[in-house]
């Protein structure tokens, strides 16, 4: 992985398959990745992959904006599901992170979402 690869993903989405296609826009190991949606279901998609060494360890940390498409439609949307959604992937990822790494895990950092308006 470096800045400027790019990958390409199915994933599924109320069963629905959809193609997302994402771009390393900044790589600056091992401190911080950040991936772009170039294709797929969000307006624009931005994380930002943070790695902080500790006495204790590496903390990770997710840190999302996105907006959606579809105006109206979109916000509901955003009201109803898609923000839980977000935060039920990030801290799934989270506790999957603590048990393939050695250490405690004391609390799991809760992701940074914001939500971009148009």
Do not use: C, N
Not at 14 to 23: A, C
Not at 105 to 116: A, C, M, Q, Y
Request: glycine share 8%; net charge neutral.
């Amino acid at each position: 992985m470096g800045q400027g690869a790019q990958f390409d993903y199915l994933i599924k989405w109320l069963g629905l398959p959809m193609k997302w296609r994402s771009l390393i826009s900044k790589y600056e190991p091992p401190f911080l990745f950040a991936d772009d949606q170039l294709i797929g279901p969000y307006k624009t998609w931005h994380h930002e992959h943070t790695f902080v060494q500790t006495t204790d360890g590496v903390i990770v940390g997710d840190h999302l904006r996105y907006s959606l498409p579809m105006g109206l439609l979109g916000a509901i949307a955003q009201a109803v599901m898609v923000k839980r959604q977000l935060e039920s992937v990030f801290r799934y990822r989270q506790s999957e992170l603590a048990k393939i790494f050695p250490g405690d895990t004391e609390e799991l950092v809760k992701p940074s979402i914001l939500r971009e308006t148009a």
